[in-house]
């Protein structure tokens, strides 16, 4: 077997190659009913909110961006029919954010189209396989997160 770190190189190079198929992939779904992925992203951002709707703020986090640039996302959202906002009753100076029927629509649509993509990419590949590998994705998710690495300058 080779060296551990050169294993360890091509295991996080395998990783960020399926991420990006994974995300051109989920584009792909997403395009067919006019979302980019950060939009579809977004969607489901305001669906977590449930049926009061999410605040911006909340949509930014989940979303790991700024607040304005989260009202970018729901302004855009907001001219295509996706969402709409309303006055948030514990805030007098906030909103809140809500799919539309046509939004959640969409967005239902659109998982659909991923989790048929999903199953057909694993056509074929034994259920032991992939048990191991969302094992080993989870212990290497686990051990990335309880460690840091220190800059040396």
Sequence with gaps: MGDRAELALQLTQGLRAAFLALQRAGDKACRAYGLSHRAHAALQAVDQGGPDGARPSEIASQLGVSRAAATTFIQRL?????????????????????????GLDVLL??????????????????????????????????????????IVR
Excluded: M, N
Aim: charged content about 35%.
């Design 78 to 102: 907001e001219s295509k029919a996706l969402v709409e906002t309303t006055p948030d009753p514990d805030d007098d100076r906030g909103v809140r954010v809500a799919l539309t029927r046509h």
């Design 109 to 150: 649509r659109c998982g659909q189209l991923e989790r048929r993509l999903a199953a057909r990419t694993i056509e074929g590949l034994p259920a032991s396989a992939l048990q191991r590998a969302v094992h080993l994705l989870e212990e290497f998710r686990h051990r990335l997160a309880e460690r840091t690495i220190e």
